[in-house]
C-alpha cells in the first residue's frame, strides 16, 4: 500500500507536494485530465486529506475510503449542475477540496472555519446539508422529481429543459437506516432517474451490524468484482438503443427469475456491481455510461472500498480513524488531552454496569454507537445484555418499549441529538403506555467542532412537554452516577437523563454506585437572600463561581441544583420565588426548557403579579456554530460572567454591566 506521504523526502507534518492537484479549482478543471493523471490527482488528493486533518482532527477514515469515488464523479458529472449528495457527510473533506474549498480545507471544523459536514450555505457544490445519517436518497429523489417536473413543464411551454443527475453516496452503515428503506421503496416505485452510490466499505463507526450488513458481504462474496468488460456489457445491456428496448425487457426478466435478483433489484433498482471503488479505470467509464444513459429505473451502483485506504495507521486501527484529533502524519500518533477527570460517558457506562450486576432485567441498547456512548464497555461485561441495533433511532426507541413490557429495563444510551429521530417512538410507543423506558442522553448541549447539527439543544424542551416523563440532568460525575441509579429504580414510567460531552470536573470521587435520588426533588447549595440562581444541568459551577462574584459585590446570593425539570421541585422553586428579588435559571439547552417550565409554574402561581425578576438563561434562539465548546457557550452566554451580568442587571445595579441578552 503506497504511504502518499513519502517520510524519506517529506518532513513530518509538512503539505505534500501535490503538482497536479494544485491546478484544479473546481470540479470543471478535472475535464482536462487524462484517467492517467486523474490517478495522480487521487493521490495527491489523499494526501492533502492526510495533512489537513492532521492539522484539525475530524473525520478521516471515511473521506480516505472515497477519494478515487470523489475524483471521478466530479470529473465524469457536471456538479453543481449535477446534484451530489453525500449522505452523513462526514466524509466529503476530498469533495470540498475539490469544490473551491481548498485555500479553507485547514480550518475544518474550527471556529469560522469550514463545516465538518456538507452545507448548502457553505458551497454551491453541497446542494443539501447533512451530519445525521440516511437522508440522501429522500433528498436526491426530492431533487429527482423535482427535475422531471420542472421538465415537464418546459415541454409544456415553460421554455428550459432540466436534464440534471442526481447522483447520492450512502454508506453500508447509513443503509441501515429506516429512512434509507422508506426511500428506496419510494424511488424504486418512482421510476425517476436517480443515481444511488452504495459505498460499501464494511463499516459503520463500529463494525456494522444487522441482516442488510450480512446479506451485503454475501452480495459481495458471490459475486467477484465485475470485469470492467463485464461492467460495460451489464450497463449497455440495459440501456439499449431503443428499438432493441422491448426484447431485452424480456431477457431482463428472465435474468431476474433466473438468478432471483438483488434487492435492490427487487425494490426496482437497477443494480450494478459490486466494483472496486478504488480502481478509476473501472469507475471512469462505468460513471460515463450511467451518466449517458437514457432515461428509466433509479441506479443503485454497489462499490467496494477500504476506510482508511492509503493511510497505513488508518488502515490498521480497529476503528479505521473513523474520527481522530490531530495527529502525525508519518506516525499516526494522536494527540492526547492531558489526563484530567474521567468523562461523563465513562461514568455513564460504569454505572450502568454496576447497576446491572445486581439487576438482570437492565439492558442497554445503542443505535450504532457503542463506543460514544460507552456501550462498548457495557458490552464487554453483559454482551447478551447489549443490543447494537445500527443507525435505527426509531427502532431502537420502540424495540426498548416492547421490552419494557415485558418486565425489562431497558436504558437506550443515545445522543440527545439522535434521539429527535425518534420522536414519536417517545411520545407514541414510550411515553403515551408510560413505559419505564430509560433514555441516557449523551452528549447534551453544545458539543464542540461538530457544530449545529450534533448540539444536544432541544432535549429539554421536546422531552419536558410530554406528560408523565421525568426528566433529570447531571451537574456533575458524581450526579450522573446517582441519576443512573435513580433511572434504574423508576418502574413508574419513562424517565431522561441528560450528561454534557466530555470529562467532569473531577471534584469528589465517583461513587461505585450512585444512590437513588428522589424524584422531584432538587439540592440547596449555597443560602443567600437577594439572587438566586437555579440550575439544571453542567452550569452548576458557573453558578457557583457567578455567586461568589456576586457576594464580592454585596449580593447575597442563593445556588440550588433542580437536578429535575419534571416533576420540578415546585416547593424550592416557590420558595426561590419568594425569599430572592431576582430569580434565574440556567440551562444547557434551548428556549422552551427547563426556564419555560419554571416560568409556567411561577406564572400560574401569581409570582410575577408581585413583582419577581425572573430571568431564564438559555441557549440563544440560534443554530450554534462549530467551534470549541468553550468557545460556544462564551458566545451564549451561559458562563459565570454573564449570570453576574444578569443578575446585576435584573436589579437595575448595571454600571456598565450588560445583561447577557436583552
Ligand atoms: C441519525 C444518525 N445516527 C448516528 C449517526 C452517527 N454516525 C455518523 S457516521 C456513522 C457511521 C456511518 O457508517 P457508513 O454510512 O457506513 O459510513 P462510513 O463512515 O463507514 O464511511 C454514524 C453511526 C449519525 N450521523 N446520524
Redesign the pocket.
Known amino acids: 500500500m503506497a504511504n502518499p506521504q513519502n517520510p524519506a523526502r517529506t518532513p513530518p507534518n509538512q503539505p505534500p507536494a501535490t503538482p497536479l492537484l494544485d491546478r484544479v479549482r473546481i470540479p470543471a478543471d478535472l475535464k482536462n485530465f487524462s484517467a492517467e493523471q486523474l490517478k495522480q490527482i487521487a493521490d495527491e488528493l489523499r494526501a492533502e486529506t492526510i495533512h489537513a486533518v492532521s492539522q484539525t482532527g475530524g473525520?478521516l477514515?471515511?473521506?480516505l475510503?472515497?477519494v478515487e469515488l470523489t475524483v471521478a464523479i466530479h470529473a465524469v458529472f457536471d456538479t453543481p449542475k449535477d446534484r451530489l449528495l453525500w449522505?452523513?457527510g462526514?466524509?466529503a473533506y476530498p469533495h470540498k477540496i475539490l469544490t473551491g474549498r481548498r485555500d479553507r480545507i485547514r480550518t475544518l471544523r474550527q471556529g469560522g472555519g469550514l463545516s465538518g459536514f456538507t452545507r448548502r450555505s457553505e458551497s454551491e457544490y453541497d446542494p443539501f446539508g447533512?451530519?445525521?445519517?440516511?437522508t440522501s436518497i429522500s433528498a436526491g429523489l426530492g431533487m429527482a422529481v423535482a427535475r422531471d417536473l420542472k421538465r415537464l413543464s418546459g415541454k409544456n411551454g415553460g421554455g428550459y429543459r432540466d436534464d440534471r443527475h442526481v447522483i447520492a453516496v450512502?454508506?453500508?452503515?447509513?443503509?441501515?437506516?429506516g429512512?434509507a428503506y422508506e426511500a428506496m421503496n419510494n424511488a424504486g416505485a418512482m421510476k425517476s432517474r436517480l443515481i444511488v452510490v452504495l459505498?460499501?466499505?464494511?463499516?459503520?463507526?463500529?463494525p456494522?451490524v444487522g441482516a442488510m450488513s450480512a446479506y451485503l458481504s454475501r452480495l459481495i462474496s458471490s459475486r467477484p468484482f465485475l470485469s470492467l468488460r463485464e461492467v460495460m456489457a451489464k450497463v449497455a445491456r440495459r440501456f439499449p438503443a431503443p428499438l432493441e428496448r422491448a426484447a431485452r425487457r424480456a431477457d431482463e426478466f428472465a435474468r431476474g427469475m433466473l438468478t432471483g435478483g438483488t434487492l435492490f433489484e427487487e425494490l426496482g433498482f437497477y443494480y450494478v456491481g459490486p466494483i472496486d471503488g478504488h480502481n478509476m479505470d473501472h469507475l471512469l467509464p462505468l460513471l460515463r455510461n450511467l451518466r449517458d444513459a437514457e432515461e428509466g429505473a433509479p441506479i443503485l451502483l454497489h462499490v467496494v472500498?477500504r476506510?482508511g485506504k492509503g493511510y497505513a495507521p488508518a488502515e490498521a486501527s480497529a476503528d479505521?480513524y473513523?474520527a481522530v484529533s490531530k495527529f502525525n502524519v508519518v506516525t499516526g500518533t494522536q494527540a492526547k488531552a492531558p489526563p484530567g477527570p474521567p468523562t461523563y460517558t465513562k461514568v455513564f457506562a460504569q454505572s450502568l454496569i454496576a447497576e446491572a450486576e445486581q439487576d438482570d432485567r437492565i439492558v442497554a441498547v445503542t443505535?450504532?454507537?457503542p463506543s460514544?456512548t460507552g456501550l462498548d464497555a457495557f458490552g464487554k461485561r453483559f454482551p447478551k445484555r447489549t443490543f447494537d441495533v445500527g443507525?435505527a433511532?426509531q427502532h431502537a426507541v420502540t424495540f426498548a418499549a416492547g421490552m419494557a413490557t415485558e418486565g425489562m429495563k431497558p436504558f437506550v444510551a443515545i445522543?440527545s441529538?439522535?434521539l429527535q429521530?425518534a420522536y414519536d417512538q417517545v411520545v407514541h410507543d414510550v411515553a403515551l403506555q408510560k413505559l419505564p423506558v430509560r433514555f441516557a442522553l449523551d452528549r447534551a448541549g453544545l458539543v464542540g467542532a461538530d457544530g449545529a447539527?450534533?448540539a444536544g439543544a432541544y432535549d429539554i424542551a421536546y422531552l419536558g412537554c410530554l406528560p408523565d416523563m421525568v426528566l433529570m440532568a447531571s451537574a456533575d460525575e458524581v450526579e450522573l452516577a446517582h441519576m443512573v441509579a435513580t433511572a434504574a429504580a423508576h418502574d413508574a414510567g419513562p424517565i431522561a437523563l441528560r450528561f454534557p460531552r466530555g470529562e467532569g470536573f473531577g471534584l469528589e470521587p465517583v461513587p461505585a454506585r450512585g444512590t437513588v435520588l428522589e424524584i422531584g426533588k432538587g439540592r440547596v447549595l449555597r443560602e443567600g437572600s437577594k439572587v438566586a440562581l437555579l440550575s439544571y444541568g453542567a452550569r452548576l459551577q458557573e453558578c457557583l463561581k457567578a455567586a461568589e462574584e456576586l457576594a464580592a459585590r454585596g449580593l447575597s446570593c442563593t445556588v440550588a441544583d433542580a437536578r429535575f425539570a419534571k416533576p420540578l421541585d415546585t416547593a424550592l422553586v416557590e420558595r426561590l420565588a419568594r425569599e430572592h428579588e431576582v430569580l434565574i435559571t440556567i440551562e444547557e439547552g434551548s428556549v422552551c426548557g427547563f426556564g419555560a417550565l419554571v416560568m409556567q409554574h411561577l406564572a400560574w402561581k401569581g409570582a410575577f403579579d408581585t413583582g419577581l425578576k425572573f430571568r431564564p438563561m438559555t441557549l440563544p434562539d440560534a443554530f450554534i456554530d462549530h467551534d470549541s465548546p468553550k468557545a460556544q457557550y462564551e458566545s451564549a452566554g451561559l458562563s459565570a460572567r454573564s449570570i453576574v451580568a444578569t443578575a446585576v442587571a435584573a436589579l437595575g445595579e448595571t454600571a456598565g454591566v450588560q445583561p447577557a441578552r436583552a
Open positions: 473525520h477514515g471515511a473521506s475510503g472515497v449522505d452523513v462526514h466524509q447533512a451530519a445525521h445519517s440516511s450512502i454508506g453500508d452503515g447509513a443503509m441501515s437506516a429512512m459505498n460499501d466499505n464494511d463499516m459503520s463507526i463500529a456494522p472500498t476506510k479505521k473513523h443505535a450504532a454507537m460514544g443507525i433511532e445522543y441529538t439522535f429521530r447539527t450534533h
